[in-house]
Structures are given as structure tokens and as C-alpha cells.
């Protein structure tokens, strides 16, 4: 069992490029999130899904868009890349099947730079 | 809105000696809490979590925290400190029912030294 799987594992940007980062989980779970990690400020919740077909907005959304096709994939879309949004991308996956709060499992990382 | 801190930005301990990371929260209702580590270069690991019962709880690796309702706190502890305890530690908290969203501290660098 992989867990959730990331890619690219790295990349660098030219500002203004579109973006898509990958997240994928096998562990079933209905609800996915993905963090940015910050120097000094942990990690902030971008945007979240608590089943497929559903997303809603974290602490820092602008700039980024997701989808939820399926309960298994999550991605994250930068529209058009700014130097702000360099960044240490998580996902994380959780089961919310007994109505509260679960473990998050995250993903490796994505590091992304935007010139 | 809820929210996390950890006080201390960096931790020094002997290896062999006690380990205790602080952390206190804020939450609207009954606070679930959770610590994570990371270690260089990968995602965060589970240790623990608290959502009722005991306030003791125990994790991973042997560590464990006590919820402290009236203190509003959640410290990771670990009895005798590891040099491979050396990482970046992170209090998460949710306010629980149908909301899964977690806000999480600013981390807390432990550093054991042999």
C-alpha cells in the first residue's frame, strides 16, 4: 500500500506558467486537504474536500483551484504562478467515516519554486 | 476560529534527558488535538492524537501527551530523549464535529544532542 503519492517531487516555475500538482490516495479515504508549508508558519490549509464531489476553501485559497472527480484523486491548480506561492506542497488524506475528526495521513511533499 | 501555538520555536535536550514540547490551543466546543513529527526532506508523521477519554495519551516512538481542559494545553512529552527524536514537531487542532479541518502550530525544532 502506497498511502498518497505526490508528484512532481520538485519543481521549478516561470511566474505566470499553470501549474497542476498531483495527489493521489489508495487508502479510501473521503475526505483530502492540501497544505502549504512555510518557514515559521507551519503548515496553512489551502483547500479541502470531505467527499468526492465537494470542495471548499482553507485559510490561503486564493490563487490555487481544485477538483474532486473521484474519491482517489485530489489536484491542485495554480492558474497562473506567482513568486508568493513557492512553497512545500502537502496533501493529506483522513477517513471521516464516524462522523468526526480522524488521523491525516500526508503525502511527501511537493517543493515548488516560481522565478 | 481555532487556533495553535507553540511557544517555543526551538528545543535543545541531552540525549537521555526529558523532552517536552509545549503547545496550547484555541477552540470553539471540545478540542480534538493532535501531534505530528517531520522529519528533513518528508512529509509529516502521526505520533498521537486526543480526542476523549484519558488525558493521557500515548503514541509513537514513546511519547505521549497530556490535555490539560483547564490550561487549554496539550505538551508532547518523552521520558528520556533520543539524538533520532531530532525533528520538526507540529500541535494540530480541530473543533471537532463535521469539521475535519485542521489548523496547525508554527513547529517546534527539537534538536537532541549525544
Known amino acids: 500500500i502506497a498511502g498518497i503519492t505526490q508528484a512532481p517531487t520538485s519543481q521549478i516555475l516561470a511566474a505566470g506558467r499553470r501549474m497542476t500538482l498531483r495527489c493521489t490516495q489508495d487508502m479510501r479515504h473521503n475526505a483530502m486537504y492540501w497544505y502549504r508549508q512555510d518557514l515559521g508558519l507551519g503548515l496553512r490549509l489551502i483547500h479541502y474536500?470531505?467527499?468526492?464531489?465537494?470542495?471548499g476553501k482553507g485559510e490561503v485559497p486564493d490563487g490555487y483551484s481544485v477538483s474532486r472527480a473521484n474519491t482517489d484523486d485530489f489536484p491542485l491548480t495554480l492558474a497562473s504562478a506567482v513568486p508568493s506561492q513557492t512553497s512545500v506542497y502537502f496533501c493529506?488524506?483522513?477517513?471521516?467515516?464516524?462522523?468526526?475528526?480522524?488521523?491525516?495521513?500526508f503525502g511527501p511533499g511537493t517543493r515548488l519554486t516560481v522565478l | 476560529a481555532q487556533s495553535v501555538a507553540q511557544p517555543e520555536d526551538q528545543v535543545n535536550v541531552a540525549e537521555g534527558n526529558p523532552l517536552t514540547v509545549k503547545c496550547t490551543y484555541s477552540?470553539?466546543?471540545?478540542?480534538?488535538l493532535f501531534w505530528y513529527v517531520q522529519y528533513p526532506n518528508r512529509g509529516l508523521q502521526f505520533l498521537l492524537k486526543?480526542?476523549?477519554?484519558?488525558?493521557l495519551v500515548k503514541g509513537s516512538y514513546g511519547f505521549e501527551a497530556e490535555f490539560n481542559k483547564s490550561q487549554t494545553s496539550f505538551h508532547l512529552k518523552k521520558p528520556s530523549a533520543l539524538v533520532s527524536d531530532s525533528a520538526l514537531y507540529f500541535c494540530a487542532v480541530t473543533p471537532g464535529s463535521n469539521d475535519y479541518k485542521l489548523s496547525f502550530g508554527a513547529g517546534t525544532t527539537v534538536t537532541v544532542r549525544a
Open positions: 474536500s470531505n467527499t468526492a464531489g465537494t470542495t
Open positions: 493529506a488524506s483522513s477517513d471521516t467515516g464516524q462522523g468526526v475528526p480522524d488521523t491525516q495521513y
Open positions: 486526543y480526542i476523549t477519554g484519558d488525558n
Open positions: 477552540v470553539s466546543g471540545n478540542p480534538y
